[in-house]
């Protein structure tokens, strides 16, 4: 069974940064490309950004309102993913999820953590 | 403003059916067969309903459909059930990166 856990979540002042993790398990992680999508409260989804799996190169792309503040990465050895997201933004509170990427779709999602950006 | 455009809110009765509409441009719907459904209750993670605009995953009900023309895609669903209630987000591959609509409410009256 795929499995997607994150972790990593909580409160955090505007400016500070924050390191989620996503820990995959049921597939071989190392051949997954895998996204991040977040969900502000009672908003809509949004895009963060995706990494390519290693044999494809391992690059990450990202949304626009993201970009140059926060980097995906990936350790195949250890199954896990990562965000981290420096300089947050009040507007950046949002439940993330990790989800598998394939051909413009997600068809595997994990719970999500919740990540609060308040003074 | 969200990318795609969905109507908010959409409703039918058990049983009848109903369509969802999404919006793109030349640029993300219209110029790639990588339009996907997501369907979401409250307080669960999105589940994928439809890919590459009309493809089911396994264990999706057949009363799920999806299609595309120019533009737009759409999602119909047939024989609508209680348990069909719910937020439903469409997305479209966009050239390396990924949009979603605003989300659209389906309430079975």
């Known amino acids: 069974e795929v499995q997607l856990v994150e972790s990593g979540g909580g409160l955090v002042k505007p400016g500070g940064s924050l390191r989620l993790s996503c820990a995959a398990s049921g597939f071989t992680f190392s051949n997954a490309w895998v996204t991040w999508v977040r969900q502000a409260p009672g908003k809509g989804l949004e895009w963060v950004g995706r990494?390519?799996?290693?044999?494809?190169?391992?690059?990450?792309d990202y949304a626009a309102p993201v970009e140059g503040r926060f980097t995906i990465s990936r350790d195949d050895s250890r199954n896990t993913l990562y965000l981290q997201m420096n300089s947050l933004k009040t507007e950046d509170t949002a439940v993330y999820y990790c989800a598998t990427y394939s051909s413009g779709y997600s068809d595997n999602w994990g719970q999500g953590t919740l990540v609060t950006v308040s003074s | 403003q969200s990318a795609l455009t969905q109507p908010p809110s959409a409703s039918g009765s058990p049983g009848q059916s109903v369509t969802i509409s999404c919006t793109g441009t030349s640029s993300d719907v219209g110029a790639y067969n990588y339009v996907s459904w997501y369907q979401q209750h409250p307080g669960k993670a999105p589940k994928l309903m439809i890919y590459e605009v009309s493809k089911r995953p396994s264990g999706v009900p057949d009363r799920f459909s999806g299609s595309k023309s120019g533009n737009t895609a759409s999602l119909t669903v047939s024989g609508l059930q209680a348990e069909d209630e719910a937020d439903y987000y469409c997305s479209s591959y966009a050239g390396n990166k990924i949009v979603f609509g605003g989300g659209t409410k389906l309430t079975v009256l």
């Open positions: 990494i390519r799996s290693n044999s494809n190169g391992g690059t990450p």
